[in-house]
C-alpha cells in the first residue's frame, strides 16, 4: 500500500503547502490573524497565491473570517473536539485491529523504532511530530484506502486542535507507555487487543486535550 499521501497533496500551490506546515507545526494557531501581505513578504511570493491558499484553507474548514478582523485560523468549539475524539476512535481503532493482521513484520519494526525515538526526545514540538509519525506508520500498515481516505479528512482538522498535548510532562510519559501497549498487541498479531490499546491512547489524548481546552477557557489571554 502506498503511503499516506501529505496533507499538501492534493493542491500544487506552494502558498498552502507553506501555510499547512505553519499550521501542523505551531507557527499559526487557532485565532491567529491570517494577513495576505506579511505571508507574501514571509514566503517571499507575491499576494495572489497567498489569497488563492487562504481560500483553499477556508475550503478544507481550517480559515473562517471574522468580522473586523479578516480570515484568521479557525478555533474548535468544545463539541466539535469530542465530535473529532469520536471519529478518531473509530478510525484508529480499526486501523489498529487491522494493522495487527496486515502488517509486516517490517512496518511493525518501523513502529517500534518511531515509538523509541519517541522516548527519547522529550516532550514538546518533536514528541508531537514523531506521535503523527506513529499514527500515519499503522495506518500505513492496515493497508486499507479507504480507511486512509477516511483518516486524511480528520487529519485536517486536526490541525487546528491547538497546542499539543504532549508538552505537557506526565501526558508525555503517558503517551509513550500506551504507544508500547500497541506495539505488543501488533507484535502477538492480537487485532482485539490493539484495538483496546489504541482505544484507551485516543481517549487519554482526549482527556488531556478537554483538560487543555478549559485552561484556555479560563485564560483566553495565555500564550
Known amino acids: 500500500m502506498d503511503t ?11 502558498a498552502y503547502s507553506a501555510l ?13 490573524r491570517l494577513r495576505e501581505t506579511e505571508l507574501a513578504k ?3 511570493i507575491s499576494r495572489t497565491p497567498v489569497r488563492e491558499a487562504i481560500r483553499l484553507l477556508e475550503a478544507d474548514g481550517l480559515v473562517t473570517h471574522l468580522p473586523r478582523v479578516g480570515a484568521t485560523i479557525r ?24 494493522a495487527a493482521r496486515a502488517a ?4 511493525i519494526a518501523e513502529l517500534s523504532a518511531i515509538s523509541e525515538m519517541l522516548a527519547q526526545v522529550g516532550e514538546g514540538t518533536e514528541a508531537s511530530r514523531l506521535n503523527r509519525q506513529f499514527h500515519l506508520a499503522l ?4 493497508k486499507n484506502r479507504f480507511l486512509t481516505k477516511s483518516m486524511f479528512n480528520l487529519q485536517k482538522a486536526m490541525l487546528i486542535l ?28 492480537d487485532g482485539e487487543a490493539a484495538e483496546t490499546a489504541m482505544q484507551d491512547h485516543i481517549i487519554a489524548g482526549q482527556r488531556a486535550r478537554i483538560r ?6 479560563d485564560n483566553p489571554n495565555a500564550v
Open 104 to 107: 509486516s513484520d517490517v512496518e
Open 75 to 98: 478555533r474548535l468549539d468544545y463539541s466539535e473536539v469530542m465530535e473529532l475524539y469520536e471519529m478518531r476512535v473509530v478510525l484508529e481503532c480499526t486501523a489498529a485491529r487491522m
Open 42 to 44: 514571509r514566503f517571499n
Open 212 to 217: 487543555a481546552l478549559r485552561i484556555d477557557l
Open 20 to 32: 499547512l506546515n505553519e499550521i501542523r507545526d505551531g507557527h499559526l494557531s487557532p485565532g491567529d
Open 139 to 142: 495506518l500505513n500498515a492496515a
Open 4 to 14: 499516506p499521501m501529505p496533507l499538501e497533496g492534493l493542491h500544487g500551490n506552494s
Open 162 to 189: 491547538g497546542r499539543t498535548t504532549l508538552a505537557d510532562p506526565e501526558r508525555y510519559q503517558n503517551a509513550i507507555l500506551e504507544h508500547q501497549a500497541i506495539l505488543e498487541a501488533l507484535t502477538r498479531r
